[in-house]
């Protein structure tokens, strides 16, 4: 595609501003029950309440990340582990896990600059974030940086092979430690290349780790579309949808960047085989909704993928595990 016709459908401060968006939806959520998070109202300055239908989507993404995230924490646990956040946000993960003492040896977020900038600027001035990066932790609001002994937040665009690969050094990041690597609705907003060149950058730099993605698929019904011209309206197009427009199209993406295993499943199967069963009772009953085909079109059109690389044969257990979930209504 010509720059320009991509340049048109997305520019840069409309995808940043999807991360206030997603940050006002799990305030949404936490106010409502759904899910704990004491930090997410530190990042939103005008809070929002979302339909029940949205609520929900957010939950089972936070459920579905969280149990992976902790499969992979609790996997050889007395192990040295790193998470890398790609397109972080303001996500809140890392205060969540500091809170409940499970947070891993090095936690590393990355970012454009005008958002890292506001991050930093924020964990510095809250007590309750700032106490939660050490003592000893940097900040630079200028750079958009913090470099604490077990977190960093540093500026990146994710484009840059070269300066991803200086941050990593920069962020201490071990390439032989066991590595969980985040990508929640950030590869879908780049150019396919560059979708292509993290992968395998990540595949060739990290030899035991699992990437986590959650983000858009099946770009060509009438509810893909409409989704589709929802966000190019707003100058934040989904430039990397065609190019992987199923959930076999996902796992091939990581396949062929030399991942040794991929698995990718639609957000509706997700919610109802992976999901704890007890956890969707608890929060069906939060918020009652009749749309159910509204609610099934919005899960078939998110999906979670994850891929791996298992050089110190850890994660044969990891993943999905139809069992989990499987005995409960889905709706
Ligand atoms: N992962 C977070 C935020 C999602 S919003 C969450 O799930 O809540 C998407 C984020 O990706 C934004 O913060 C945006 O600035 C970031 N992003 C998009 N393209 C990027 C790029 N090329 N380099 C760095 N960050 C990028």
Redesign the pocket.
């Known amino acids: 595609m010509a720059k320009n016709a991509a340049d048109a459908r997305s520019n840069t401060a409309a ?2 501003a ?2 206030d968006d ?1 940050s006002a939806s799990k305030l949404s959520c936490v106010k409502k029950g759904y899910m704990r998070d004491d930090f997410i109202h530190l990042f939103v300055r005008r809070p929002v309440r979302r339909s029940p239908i949205i609520n929900r989507g957010y939950f089972a993404r936070f459920a579905a990340f969280r149990k992976l995230l902790f499969q992979f924490l609790n996997t050889d646990d007395h192990t040295r582990k790193q998470v890398l ?1 790609l ?3 303001f ?1 809140t993960t890392y205060f969540q896990l500091q809170e409940e003492g499970k947070a891993p040896y090095l936690y590393v977020e ?3 600059q005008e ?1 890292t900038s506001k991050k930093a600027a924020l964990i510095e001035f809250h007590d309750e974030l700032r106490e939660k990066v050490g003592a000893t932790a940097s900040f630079s609001r200028e750079n958009g940086e913090v470099l604490g002994d077990h977190y960093k937040l540093l500026p ?4 840059d092979i070269q300066r991803l690969t200086d941050v990593i050094a920069l962020a201490n990041l071990d390439p032989s430690l066991p590595t969980f690597i985040i990508a ?3 590869l879908i ?2 150019d396919p290349e560059s979708s292509r060149s993290i992968v395998g950058w990540a595949a060739k730099t990290f030899s035991t780790t699992v990437f986590f993605l959650y983000e858009q698929i099946h770009p060509d019904d009438a509810f893909g579309e409409q989704m589709i011209r929802n966000l190019e309206y707003r100058g934040c197009g989904l430039l990397g949808i065609h190019a992987t427009p199923t959930l076999e199209a996902k796992e091939r993406l990581f396949l062929d960047q030399g991942w040794q295993r991929a698995i990718a499943w639609n957000m509706l199967r997700v919610y109802s085989e992976f999901i704890d069963s007890q956890e969707r009772h608890r929060i069906q009953r939060l918020e009652l909704f009749d749309e159910f085909e509204e609610w099934h079109m919005m899960q078939e059109h998110y999906c979670v993928a994850y891929a791996i690389n298992d050089a110190l044969a850890m994660f044969q257990n990891f993943g999905f595990h139809e069992k989990d979930g499987s005995n409960a209504s889905s709706t």
Not at 156 to 159: A, F, H, Q, S
């Open positions: 995808v940043q999807t991360n997603a956040s397109g972080a946000g996500d990355l970012d454009f958002v990146v665009d994710l484009r929640e609705c950030v907003y780049l």
